[in-house]
């Protein structure tokens, strides 16, 4: 079992649709959270760490539920510019004060005019 | 600016060569990452280091090498022993519990 999973998608909506995705962890010592946005053939680039409280920036928003495991993205009033592909990364205690980070695989958005 | 540089951008091998990957970075991050991504594919661990001198294989970490001889710098060689290099090829650092951040990629193409 992966540690990090993430539905693949396509997920391909219309603009200003609202889109959700959904990325379950399942490592107990997963200590932090994050969405990175990966744009075709170009490095992986950080979209927001993710809390327990929620958090939003703009039209997205974040969220950590630690009692299920499970992390979520929200896109409101999706844009053409949206279109890329959502990673869910966990940062991982190891060993003592060892990190490791993990991906989930990628959710593909594509926003449609 | 502070930052994390991979070096080339393009890179072509023989078969049968061994190329070495730059990954530089001046962000005072202890720990520097190796992925490996293949077209519509996830990102795959290749090595990781947690601490100069040290460093852990990941889960495709067969024909690679890697040192660790100084905090800003995570060289990774890909073998000859690879027998299906061509790939995109990035590398990350991060600092505790905080965010990784990438370098720009190196895509390797055999020839």
């Known amino acids: 079992r992966k540690e990090v999973e993430q539905d693949p998608g396509p997920f391909n909506v219309p603009e200003g649709a609202t889109v959700a995705f959904n990325c379950t962890y399942s490592?107990?010592?997963?200590?932090?959270f994050f969405w990175y946005r990966q744009d075709c053939r170009k490095e992986p680039k950080l979209l927001m760490s993710v809390y327990s409280s929620g958090n939003e920036d703009g039209r997205f928003t974040a969220q950590l539920n630690r009692a299920s495991q499970y992390i979520s993205l929200l896109i409101r009033d999706s844009k053409l510019s949206d279109s890329a592909t959502y990673l869910c990364?966990?940062?991982?205690?190891?060993?003592?004060?060892?990190?490791?980070?993990?991906f989930g695989s990628g959710t593909q958005l594509t926003v449609l005019p | 600016d502070g930052g994390i540089t991979q070096s080339p951008k393009y890179l072509f091998r023989k078969e049968g060569q061994n190329v070495t990957l730059s990954c530089e970075q001046n962000?005072?991050?202890?720990?520097m990452y190796w992925y490996r991504q293949d077209p519509g594919q996830g990102l795959r661990l290749i090595y990781y280091?947690?601490?100069?001198?040290?460093?852990q294989k990941g889960d495709i970490a067969e024909g690679y090498s890697v040192s660790r001889e100084k905090k800003e710098s995570f060289p990774l060689t890909v073998t000859s022993a690879q027998k299906n290099p061509t790939a995109f090829y990035l590398c990350?650092?991060?600092?505790?519990?905080?965010?990784?951040?990438f370098g720009q990629g190196t895509r390797l193409t055999v020839v």
């Open positions: 490592n107990s010592a997963s200590q932090s």
């Open positions: 990350a650092s991060s600092m505790g519990p905080a965010e990784a951040f």
């Open positions: 280091s947690q601490i100069v001198n040290d460093f």
């Open positions: 962000l005072n991050h202890d720990a």
């Open positions: 990364v966990v940062i991982i205690l190891v060993k003592g004060s060892a990190r490791q980070l993990t």
